[in-house]
T-cell receptor, first 112, second 115 residues
Framework: QQQVKQSPQSLIVQKGGISIINCAYENTAFDYFPWYQQFPGKGPALLIA?????SEKKEGRFTISFNKSAKQFSLHIMDSQPGDSATYFC???????????FGSGTKLNVKP | DGGITQSPKYLFRKEGQNVTLSCEQNLNHDAMYWYRQDPGQGLRLIYY???????QKGDIAEGYSVSREKKESFPLTVTSAQKNPTAFYLC??????????????FGEGSRLTVL
């Protein structure tokens, strides 16, 4: 059973637009929800993360929105740029970080 | 520079051969992980280790083996029992959970192709 479900699988956005990627999780014991960004041929790198005690976290153009009751969280990329073109993974883990569960990934293409 | 080093970056293997992927970290992290990434799929956990000389199976451990003899090193062996080993393999580490951010640090990956 997939612990974290991510959508869409791919996304095309015009430069300057808003990119939105959604994730849903099953386990209410999850305590940490990061987003990772991966460029081709590279390992993923942490982009932004949130804990369930807040509903939103913003870092520059990147915002996580968290809905605990719906067990959903999403990544919003404002003013999307061609350099944002990458694959994005949401993830979830328990409080002790001993195991991370990843979504299936979203390939974002920002058109100039 | 602190980080995770994976080698080799590219590896070709004939069917029936075992192959070992190297993962070394100088971040002084306790926990280390191996993930497998296939096109269009997320990262699937193969094995993880939270302390030296101890490791646990992840979701897709069959056909793989690991060791953790040193804190810095967590090599992965892809055995001939792994039915479909062609994939991109990622090693990661994170600090002990108390007081850390939970951030996973990844290496640049090893791409294994079985001929």
């Amino acid at each position: 059973q997939q612990q974290v479900k991510q959508s869409p699988q791919s996304l095309i956005v015009q430069k300057g637009g808003i990119s939105i990627i959604n994730c849903a999780y099953e386990n209410t014991a999850f305590d940490y929800f990061p987003w990772y960004q991966q460029f081709p041929g590279k390992g993923p790198a942490l982009l932004i993360a949130i804990r369930p005690d807040v509903s939103e976290k913003k870092e520059g153009r990147f915002t996580i929105s968290f809905n605990k009751s719906a067990k959903q969280f999403s990544l919003h990329i404002m003013d999307s740029q061609p350099g944002d073109s990458a694959t994005y993974f949401c993830a979830a883990s328990l409080y002790n970080f001993n195991k991370f569960y990843f979504g299936s990934g979203t390939k974002l293409n920002v058109k100039p | 520079d602190g980080g995770i080093t994976q080698s080799p970056k590219y590896l070709f293997r004939k069917e029936g051969q075992n192959v070992t992927l190297s993962c070394e970290q100088n971040l002084n992290h306790d926990a280390m992980y191996w993930y497998r990434q296939d096109p269009g799929q997320g990262l699937r956990l193969i094995y993880y280790s939270q302390i030296v000389n101890d490791f646990q199976k992840g979701d897709i451990a069959e056909g793989y083996s690991v060791s953790r003899e040193k804190k810095e090193s967590f090599p992965l062996t892809v055995t001939s029992a792994q039915k479909n080993p062609t994939a991109f393999y990622l090693c990661a580490s994170t600090a002990e959970w108390q007081g850390n951010t939970g951030e996973l640090f990844f290496g640049e990956g090893s791409r294994l192709t079985v001929l």
